[in-house]
């Protein structure tokens, strides 16, 4: 079992930036792919970005050049680094948790292909 805890999130102006953070339990935190989702109003969820445990990374196209995700598995911390952020990024985070293996693009942007989810963190940027 994993626990997902994200924090970082908050009321920014466009152009500004953000770093969210997700904590993990559990000791095996480094066999995980972690990935970054998120849900606006109305919207279905959408991925973002997610670290395999070997490093490999994945974007989406609208995150592409400005979010960085990264991960700290001393800690059992991955991140998301958000800059110049914009209106349409508005929505709510969620940090996911793969334990299976997971070798493609396509399946990193699967929700589907993730078993532990965080309660989320809401991201609001204002113009």
């Known amino acids: 079992q994993v626990q997902l805890v994200e924090t970082g999130g908050g009321l920014v102006r466009t152009g500004g930036s953000l770093r969210l953070s997700c904590a993990a339990s559990?000791?095996?935190?480094?066999?995980?792919?972690m990935g970054w989702f998120r849900q606006a109003p109305g919207k279905e969820r959408e991925f973002v970005a997610a670290?395999?445990?070997?490093?490999?990374?994945y974007y989406a196209d609208s995150v592409k050049g400005r979010f960085t995700i990264s991960r700290d598995n001393a800690k059992n911390t991955v991140y998301l680094q958000m800059n110049s952020l914009k209106f349409e990024d508005t929505a709510v985070y969620y940090c996911?948790?793969?334990?299976?293996?997971?070798?493609?693009?396509?399946?990193?942007?699967?929700?589907?292909?993730?078993?532990?989810w965080g309660q989320g963190t809401q991201v609001t940027v204002s113009s």
């Open positions: 670290i395999s445990w070997n490093g490999f990374i």
């Open positions: 559990g000791r095996t935190f480094s066999r995980y792919t």
């Open positions: 996911a948790a793969a334990g299976g293996f997971i070798s493609t693009s396509q399946r990193m942007a699967d929700g589907t292909q993730y078993e532990y």
